[in-house]
């Protein structure tokens, strides 16, 4: 299990302690948050659950999800009903969602700049509205995946790939790199469009591989806004810093 955290600087800060969950008699309830389903051989049959505030047994899960799933879930822990003393294990777990969210984006590598240039610049990407971080009380990237909130105005049944791209030219005078979240349709829909919000997952591994630098990744994240007058897409960043993952422990 990889330990790491993330510091968006334009933003407040991400609490990494328990101070200020609901604390009731002798549980804590936490607030949904990011959370991707594991195992331990050290434990064989018991699945657990990767947050930004710790490991927790999740046997609850068995039957409904799997390991690698990604959830975005609120959960409590029951300190007088605990059985066993090597960890401890969450009930009450809500996802969210109404299914897991594992594999639900792509990155795309630089390795192909013509490729990554041409599906940044098609027209068939869509506005973004904005970009949400999940909120104050869970960090984004858990366990090598990063959890995106995207807002954009779609109908419920509007279907969409979203792929986060990069390119090798594509970066700072810092040679900080720039990632661009590009969403398109991937169905025809005639129902009638709001502001909706869905959770998405991208797999960070290979990218981080590719980018990490003393223990730490950083880039910006841009997504489209509209066209220009010459039709061409205008992309922002969803921060006016760059976003900075510290790797507490390699990341392989």
Same mark, same amino acid.
């Given at each position: 299990?990889?330990?790491?955290?993330?510091?968006?600087?334009?933003?407040?800060?991400?609490?990494?302690?328990?101070?200020?969950?609901?604390?009731?008699?002798?549980?804590?309830?936490?607030?949904?948050?990011?959370?991707?389903?594991?195992?331990?051989?050290?434990?064989?049959?018991?699945?657990?659950?990767?947050?930004?505030?710790?490991?927790?047994?999740a046997n609850e899960l068995k039957g409904k999800y799997n390991?690698?799933?990604?959830?975005?879930?609120?959960?409590?822990?029951?300190?007088?009903?605990?059985?066993?003393?090597? =960890?401890?294990?969450?009930? !009450? @777990? /809500?996802?969210?969602?109404?299914?897991?969210?594992?594999?639900? +984006?792509?990155?795309?590598?630089?390795?192909?700049?013509?490729?990554?240039?041409?599906?940044?610049?098609?027209?068939?990407?869509?506005?973004?509205l904005a970009i949400q971080f999940l909120n104050n009380y869970?960090?984004?990237?858990?366990?090598?995946?990063?959890?995106?909130?995207?807002?954009?105005?779609?109908?419920?049944?509007?279907?969409?790939?979203?792929?986060?791209?990069?390119?090798?030219?594509?970066?700072?005078?810092?040679?900080?790199?720039?990632?661009?979240?590009?969403?398109?349709?991937?169905n025809t829909s005639s129902a009638a469009v709001k502001e909706?919000?869905?959770?998405?997952?991208?797999?960070?591994?290979?990218?981080?591989?590719? =980018?990490?630098?003393?223990? !730490? @990744? /950083?880039?910006?994240?841009?997504?489209?806004?509209?066209?220009? +007058?010459?039709?061409?897409?205008?992309?922002?960043?969803?921060?006016?810093?760059?976003?900075?993952?510290?790797?507490?422990?390699?990341?392989?």
């Amino acid at each position: 299990m990889k330990s790491l955290k993330i510091i968006i600087l334009t933003l407040s800060g991400f609490l990494f302690f328990t101070s200020c969950l609901e604390d009731n008699g002798n549980f804590t309830s936490y607030p949904a948050n990011a959370a991707v389903v594991t195992s331990f051989e050290t434990y064989p049959g018991v699945l657990f659950i990767s947050t930004s505030y710790g490991v927790f047994a999740a046997n609850e899960l068995k039957g409904k999800y799997n390991v690698g799933d990604c959830l975005y879930c609120s959960f409590k822990i029951n300190y007088d009903s605990q059985p066993s003393r090597y =960890y401890q294990t969450a009930s !009450e @777990i /809500k996802n969210i969602q109404d299914s897991p969210l594992n594999e639900s +984006g792509i990155v795309m590598l630089p390795h192909n700049s013509d490729s990554n240039v041409s599906y940044i610049d098609t027209a068939s990407v869509d506005s973004i509205l904005a970009i949400q971080f999940l909120n104050n009380y869970s960090s984004p990237y858990v366990d090598n995946h990063l959890f995106l909130s995207i807002g954009q105005i779609a109908s419920n049944n509007q279907e969409y790939e979203y792929k986060l791209v990069s390119y090798p030219d594509s970066c700072d005078l810092e040679k900080i790199p720039y990632l661009y979240i590009c969403a398109k349709k991937t169905n025809t829909s005639s129902a009638a469009v709001k502001e909706t919000y869905r959770t998405q997952v991208f797999d960070m591994l290979s990218f981080v591989n590719e =980018y990490k630098k003393d223990k !730490e @990744i /950083k880039f910006y994240l841009k997504y489209k806004v509209g066209v220009d +007058g010459n039709g061409n897409n205008i992309y922002q960043s969803a921060t006016s810093s760059p976003i900075i993952i510290v790797l507490e422990s390699d990341t392989e």
